[in-house]
């Protein structure tokens, strides 16, 4: 990540864009989509009303043909001129990584598909940082390095990954050699996520399954997932540091761990969550410093500890509804101090 003298934040965020398969290997972490469309004077003659199609810089949808370089001139054209929209019109588009620019929308139109290289040659490496330690990763297919800070309104429909080497999706903030625990003063470079909405998600294969992580003083606003099945995953999904996170029709089969786990998330709704590969004394959901959920027509096998589980003295406004366990296993455990006062109605 790009760095400057005086500590600059520099974050990296990838999430699934409009139109998504991937097939064949897959790429390490798939997809980041952001932008903050600005007004520019057209610099070129392919620009036209701040609008850039790829097919004028060589893209080819054909589905075949490795359009990489195109895709990218045609982020580079724009971003040279200012800012703008860069989209790709109808048809299937074969692609290694693609670097975005700031002040810049990227839209994959309907009938569009982004179709990820299954030649890992096709990945550069670059820095990156996971689990708190700096390390070399593969570019996602859409990547974004020390972009303005601003994504919102990003959308994914029909998103198929398998057999990823790491993580299917990934929605993340940090600060580069520093701890995201840290709070630091909100000014003009605290990044800002909200809007993001992924929907018919097919997960195969990868060793976590969704990462979203926000920022003590810059939470995730707004982010949804429907349709969603896990098939395989050593992980399943975690969530920290977000307003506004929604998670319906999930079916999650992890190896070990929680199917779902969140910690500091304000506004929370589960519905319709079940995993069909429970693990022994594992809830399917443990929750931690979580304000405002709804946990509403969700279920847990036999072998599971809980349905639910609430860990600290943290937890509270917790409303649980028509959900469906089997005995012996409970709807609802508190560990570590979490108390009944955390949960306001079960019905």
């Known amino acids: 990540m790009a760095t400057d003298d005086s500590g600059r934040r520099a974050f990296m965020r990838r999430l699934p ?23 520019a004077d057209a610099a070129t003659k392919a620009i036209s009303g701040y609008a850039v199609n790829v097919l004028d810089f060589g893209a080819v949808g054909d589905g075949r043909t490795l359009c990489t370089a195109g895709i990218q001139a045609a ?19 074969l692609t290694g990584p693609i670097f975005l620019k700031s002040n810049l929308e990227f839209e994959v139109l309907a009938g569009a598909t982004l179709l990820g290289s299954t030649n890992f040659a096709d990945y550069p490496t670059i820095a990156g940082r996971w689990e708190g330690l700096d390390r070399t990763v593969y570019a996602s297919l859409i990547t974004g390095i020390d972009l303005d ?17 790491e993580t299917g999706i990934v929605v993340s903030m940090f600060y580069e050699d520093e701890d995201r625990t840290t709070l630091h003063p909100v000014d003009v470079r605290t990044p800002i996520f909200r809007n993001f909405h992924c929907s018919d998600i097919l997960l195969d294969g ?5 990462v979203v992580e926000g920022l003590p003083e810059s939470p995730i606003q707004g982010l949804s997932l429907d349709n969603v099945f ?17 998670l319906s029709n999930a079916v999650v089969n992890a190896n070990s ?29 443990a929750m931690e410093e979580v304000h405002e959920a709804m946990v509403q027509s969700c279920s847990a096998a ?37 108390t009944e006062k955390a949960v306001v109605r079960r019905i």
């Open 17 to 39: 864009a409009s139109s998504v398969a991937l097939s064949g290997l897959g790429t390490a972490q798939p997809w980041f989509s952001a932008g903050r469309p600005t007004e």
């Open 75 to 93: 982020i580079n054209a724009c971003a040279s001129a200012g800012g703008g929209k860069v989209f790709v019109p109808p048809g299937k588009y």
């Open 149 to 165: 800070s601003v994504a919102e309104n990003v959308s994914a429909v029909n998103v198929v990954m398998r057999n990823l080497e």
């Open 206 to 210: 990868a060793k976590a399954s969704i």
């Open 230 to 246: 896990i098939k395989a995953a050593d992980k399943g999904i975690s969530c920290y540091q977000v307003h506004g996170f929604s």
């Open 257 to 285: 761990g929680p199917a779902v786990e969140c910690k500091n998330v304000l506004d929370l709704e589960l519905v319709r969550v079940r995993t069909p590969k429970s693990q022994l004394n594992v809830p399917v959901i």
């Open 302 to 338: 036999e072998s599971g500890s809980a349905l639910v589980q609430l860990r600290g003295a943290g937890n509270r406004d917790i409303t649980l509804a028509l959900n469906r366990v089997s005995k012996p296993t409970q709807e609802v455990a508190f560990t570590d101090g979490a």
